[in-house]
């Protein structure tokens, strides 16, 4: 079974450019989430989907994320414009369904790194 | 803040030795999970354990939970230097949907 595919690995911009990761998810998987893990801490949860609709985008600033799933499927999650701070790794995982009991596979994440 | 605390921050054992590391959190929960994290194969889950269960086992894993006292505790047996890893709790904070991530422990198993 094909896990959680991310792209790119590895990303260098300067501070007020933008950025776009992507996602594949595990296919048959309804629900995807988006974290961004800084240095030294745990996971935060961004955005989750369930298909395409949003379930949950309470911690994204979406003054400068956004994030889209369309047709269900692939994802992506855009900066505009970067901030020092949001230098971090960038994580996708998603579950076969929305609940806590569901197990999340995480991708290899996107470290990004602001200038 | 939802998120668990994992303590100790780090942790570093002889091979061989058993590894408890512990997660508290602040509201009541429905799931709690537990996550290893290194950076060969990412973020991985462990094993589950629900408000209505005290102890769960997974080959060398050994997870368990007191409600009354919102913690957990994961203890690993008799270590090994691939168990080297950040070892995180993700709790739903009761709402049954999403997770929220504790700070993690590191574990460090010398050969």
């Known amino acids: 079974e094909a896990g959680v595919a991310q792209s790119p690995r590895y990303k260098i911009i300067e501070k007020r450019q933008s950025v776009a990761f992507w996602c594949n998810p595990i296919s048959g998987h309804a629900t995807l989430y988006w974290y961004q893990q800084i240095l030294g801490q745990g996971p935060k949860l961004l955005i989750q989907f369930q298909n395409n609709g949003v379930v949950d985008d309470s911690q994204l600033p979406k003054d400068r994320f956004s994030a889209e799933r369309l047709k269900g499927v692939d994802s992506t999650l855009k900066i505009q414009p970067a901030k020092l701070e949001d230098s971090a790794v960038y994580l996708c995982a998603s579950s076969l369904n929305a609940g806590a009991y569901y197990e999340q596979y995480f991708g290899p994440g996107t470290r990004l790194t602001v200038t | 803040s939802q998120q668990g605390e994992e303590d100790p921050q780090a942790l570093s054992i002889q091979e061989g030795e058993n590894a408890t590391m512990n997660c508290s959190y602040k509201?009541?929960?429905?799931?709690l999970q537990w996550y290893r994290q290194n950076s060969g194969r990412g973020l991985v889950h462990l094993i589950l354990i629900r408000s209505n269960e005290r102890e769960k086992h997974s080959g060398r894993l050994r997870v368990t939970l007191d409600t009354s006292k919102k913690s957990s505790s994961l203890l690993i047996t008799a270590s090994r230097a691939a168990d080297t890893a950040s070892y995180f709790c993700?709790?739903?904070?009761?709402?049954?949907?999403?997770?929220?991530f504790g700070t993690g422990t590191s574990l460090t198993v010398i050969p």
């Open positions: 993700a709790t739903d904070a009761g709402t049954g949907n999403q997770f929220y």
């Open positions: 509201t009541s929960i429905n799931n």
